[in-house]
């Protein structure tokens, strides 16, 4: 039976040159981030994961107190439960594609399913840096999958996949993780991604979060021109620290 | 003073090089990772009493290990009353070439730290792998050929070492004397040449050998790490 999910956040971030406030409650089982290059995307990921030490504030998932600076409550990324997907992937280059995907549970079987799944079943003996950018991608997001999280981040998870297979993969994931009880937080510039993964989307930008529709992030209207509007606002110093956002 | 035996000397420098680059590890890890990856009060002075052996006088750097290490230094009389007594033994010279080749040790690990993205690490932390198991399965593996590379700079270093190991260890024949004590012995030795030359190549062979292990450890490292030349 799938547990009551409820996310909510107040996280006071403080870079050297600005701030941000973030402030967030939702039910939405998908979650989509989306906002201007440098608006503090990933920091809000990485913040979720439990990876983000100068965010300061409170964090609670489904009734668990992740963060409570006030209580001096932190639990730490391994016990949270998160699959974090980072944009450039981050495979362990030590280790071959079979390895990376069994990193948290090694299990022969899963591994096999999650490489045919992914479409990567033939590169299961290669290493890292023999991948293209979208086999990375792929790798990554089974590694995570495989973890058995409760809540999946991902960071732009598809830019690297051609349009085809982009669909193929979001629309499997969004079955697999609604099987599995899964939950979503992304971030993507990709509209279709959105559209096919996200059930609520909250514009990031100015330091601010602001729920918005999903439809009219599919249909694209609202958010470019939101965009186009915050574009200004990001902050210098995400925009220089967020090494891989486009 | 008695002649000095060549191959006395070149096993005993390989063994002294041996144990500075196995006993130092535990420190230079420790030390290199500090100073790469945290911030704290007092890093500067510590990074400053790292590198102190580099450009100190070999001898001063010799006399104040003596001077910490002797009967009446302030770890050497605790030793004492244990029944040990370090200076001018084995351990002496270890100690000496150790502390002498501590800088490079901790440089190349420090630099493999920082050439490492932290986010490998925090990658395995989602993954519900805690710190210490993450070291021991991302980071240590990822690192190992720079750590290899810093180990093997050390053991090149406690080859050429003279100046701290004459003071605190001396210059005794098949315990201390190693092939930098064993050829200035020779030189002022009348029959000295031909023991002096086969120590010459020794040390020229050993040093080659070390340095050319280095530097395909280091390429090793940056091809491990995926990094090229000018990343």
Partial sequence: ?246 | MSPADPASAIRLSLQVGLWCAVLGLPAALALGWLLARRSFPGKALLGTAVLSPLVLPPVVTGFLLLELLGRRGLIGRALEVAGIHVPFTFAAAVLAAMVMGMPLYVFAIRTVFEALDPRYEEVSWTLGVPPRRTFLRVTLPLLLPGIGAGATLAFARALGEFGATAVLAGNVEGRTRTIALAVYTLLGAPDGARATRWLVLGSLALSCGSLAAYEALSRWQRRRLELRHGD
């Avoid at chain 1, 096999?112 to 790798?139: N, T």
């Avoid at chain 1, 999280?149 to 690297?160: I, K, N, S, T, V």
């Avoid at chain 1, 990031?204 to 209207?221: K, T, Y």
């Fill in chain 1, 1 to 246: 039976m799938a547990t009551e999910w409820r996310l909510e956040l107040v996280l006071d971030i403080r870079f050297e040159s600005c701030a941000m406030r973030l402030e967030l409650d939702s039910r939405a089982r998908a979650l989509a981030i989306v906002g201007p290059s440098g608006a503090g995307k990933s920091t809000f990921l990485r913040a979720l994961a439990g990876l983000e030490r100068r965010a300061r504030g409170r964090i609670v998932a489904a009734g668990a107190v992740w963060q409570d600076d006030a209580c001096h409550i932190h639990v730490p990324a391994w016990q949270r439960r998160v699959g974090w997907v980072p944009q450039d992937a981050l495979l362990f280059p030590h280790l071959d594609v079979r390895r990376n995907l069994g990193y948290a549970h090694p299990d022969v079987g899963e591994v096999q399913s999650m490489a045919e799944w992914l479409e990567i079943a033939p590169l299961l003996a290669r290493r890292p840096r023999r991948l293209s950018g979208g086999e990375r991608q792929r790798v990554a997001l089974g590694r995570a999958l495989l973890s058995r999280p409760r809540l999946l981040l991902l960071d732009e998870p598809f830019a690297a996949l051609d349009r085809p297979l982009r669909g193929r993969v979001a629309a499997r994931l969004a079955s697999f993780c609604a099987e599995r009880d899964i939950r979503l937080a992304l971030v993507s510039h990709y509209e279709e991604d959105v559209a096919t993964l996200a059930d609520e989307t909250w514009m990031l930008a100015g330091g601010r979060l602001v729920p918005l529709q999903a439809q009219s992030v599919a249909g694209g209207e609202q958010p470019r021109g939101l965009a186009a509007q915050t574009r200004n606002a990001a902050c210098p110093a995400l925009a220089s620290r967020t090494r891989t956002e486009p």
